[in-house]
């Protein structure tokens, strides 16, 4: 008896897996079946939907840079205090003390290749018409993931803390300033008040509620914070288990019919 | 900022090459050692992937004039590649350096994309062809190849931060070919009465073996090129933050550039807010208003021309060329610099952009305006503008030219296309109008921070 039947014979693994290896049919819809991951697949798809050809394979790595950048994130959280006194030095001592500091780089570029990964899947979806009925309301949902992965990558900006972070967010926030009616440069603010006083100034307009400041300061660091590693990514995480849901329910991956 | 490779020994760096006449940067400009062994390398991939390429036309389609022509091209490249492995340090003449600076500004560089967008809608069959679309791929590399010798392209594109926009260009170029390409093949099939290729397929498989596995490999490969990425590129880090001093210019992260190149021709509360939200509303209603039936599940043209082409149109020239734009050629005070141009923050472009009111009362009727009065009246021919163009003309609209699509779509629908389209269109519309008579805004009510 080889290694490799005695571990599957074993009790251990057969707790684990309640069927014997996907070797033939039977057992290869089993395991689809059995495991909490794999059931997010049906057991069976239209051979044309899973050709790389033809989905680029483009929701599936955004979903896998997802989960990269959960796992990198995570560990990031060991080395980051999110405070003016700590943010900078930490950032610079995952590049030259921290024994794992490419954690770092991996979720930069992770979180860059997501951005053009999810842009790439909106784009197959589109050219193979694949937002048509039954699947619209699952367009929807992905466009609003796509918000939010963007809002993932752009609080994320800010937490290294330096120049080119609060700049960046400088630059992207200052349009909070100017929305219509809600920021204090936006057209129409002046119209919304009670008396003489005004409701929108520079303390309370959206830039205020997005910063926790009339700039960027400790407080933003600290609001960009919670979204980037609590808020956001759990919506995301909601919002993609609406996603594959309908994915199935919407009779799978789209195709000639 | 590093603007100057090593070895820079120009009198000053301000000084432009056509400016001066000689051309100090390009006598004292000259590659290091590694970089040239980069750019060698670089040379040396692309012979592999020639070879591969010939060997793909001779093995596999026994087709041998193909596979001479690419040995010939691979050839070519391994000129190159041998040329820098062993430095000889050739840089790319400054004089077609200088004529592409001088021919690229703003106008030139979205008209151009807008052309050759246009050409590959047009000639889309010819372009997807798999020879054809090889030899743009190369030219494209060899185009970077050379352009990569100048030091001041090469500051700006070996950014950290701006390695992933490189990696756009070349995905989105992949895949807008590979999209076209596979609704050229489906729409000659159905053309001939043979259904897309897709539906050849449509038997059930099982998701174990045949998705898990082909998920593993992907994610593998993802793993791989991640890791290597992170390897190879330092994640980039500034000095400290600090509100006393902004850096010149000012980006937001690269996602976002198209939209601050949008704030050249609007104001924040246009660019910034609402075109951004005509974005979102418009993507999550496409599927809504998108009417057409046919064209779901596979890929085609033919069948959904329209959609196709607005939603490339947006994609490709209006969101990813403007995001390149922002990018690598837009520098201090957001001036626009050609790529192999020295970005000087002192470059001083003349602003003489007129506002409708002041070109229709100035200039027609000889009136002025004090500050700050009869605002209403001197912003009226410019508020009329504005509400023909997004009142009256979805009805006139729907009534002439479009009168099919409104017959067909009905009320609503029509209006909510029509609207998103104008949006859509309000970013050219004022880009032409900047360029062709400097209008800067056609409505202009700083009083209440109201300027389109
Ligand atoms: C975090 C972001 C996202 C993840 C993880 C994700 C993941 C996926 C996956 C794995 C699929 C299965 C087919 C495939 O891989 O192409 C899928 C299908 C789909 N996605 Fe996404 N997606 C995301 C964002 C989006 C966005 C931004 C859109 C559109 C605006 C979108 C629209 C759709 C639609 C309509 C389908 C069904 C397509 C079909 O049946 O062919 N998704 N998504």
Redesign the interface.
Known sequence: MSVGDYIRNSQVWKSIFRHPAPRDRRNRVVVMLTNVFLHLHPVSVRKSGIALSYTWCMGGLTFFLFLVETVTGVLLMFYYRPTLEHAYNDILALRDVTTLGVLRELHRWGAHAMVITIWLHMYRVFLTGSYKPPREFNWSVGVILLVLTLLLSFTGYLLPWDQLAIWAITVGSNMARASPFLGYEGPGATLLKVGDVSLIHSGSDARFLLLGGRFVSGDTLLRFYVLHCVAIPLAVAVLIAIHFWRVRKDGGISGAL | MLLFGQGQIGPEPFARPNEIGEDPVFHHQHLDASTQTGVGVFYLLIVLMNLGFAAYWFYNRRDRKQANIWIVVALVFLIHAAAYLFHAGWILPAFIRNAVDDFIGPVTYFMLSLVLFILFIYYRKGCTEPPVAWGILNISLLASGWAITDSNFRSIITKE?NV?IV??IF??GF?TW??MR??VVNDERMARGE??????????????????Y??LI??VI??FI??I???V???????????A???NP???????LG??EMLVYY???M????LPTMI?VG??A???I?FN????????FNE?KVA?VT?NFG?IVLWVTLIVLGTFLRGPNWNFFGPFEYWDPHKVLPLNNVNLSDMFWLGLMGRVFEEGKDWFLRELPGIILVVLYMAALPPLLAKTVLKPFYVRMGFVRFFVLVTLIQFMAALPIKMVLRWTMNLKYIVYIPE???NI
């Open positions: 931060d992933p990696l756009l995905s989105v895949f590979l999209g596979k609704a259904p897309p290729l897709e539906k050849l397929e449509d038997e059930k498989v099982l998701v174990w073996p045949d998705l898990v082909t998920e992907c994610m993802a793993t991640l890791v990425w992170g390897v590129l330092k994640a980039p880090l500034e000095q400290p933050a600090t509100s001093k902004a850096p000012s980006k937001a992260p690269w996602y976002f939209l601050q104001d924040p509360w660019a910034g807010v609402v979102l993507l999550i496409i599927p809504y998108d039936q046919k064209g779901n599940g596979y890929y085609s959904r196709i939603f994609f209440y921070f109201f």
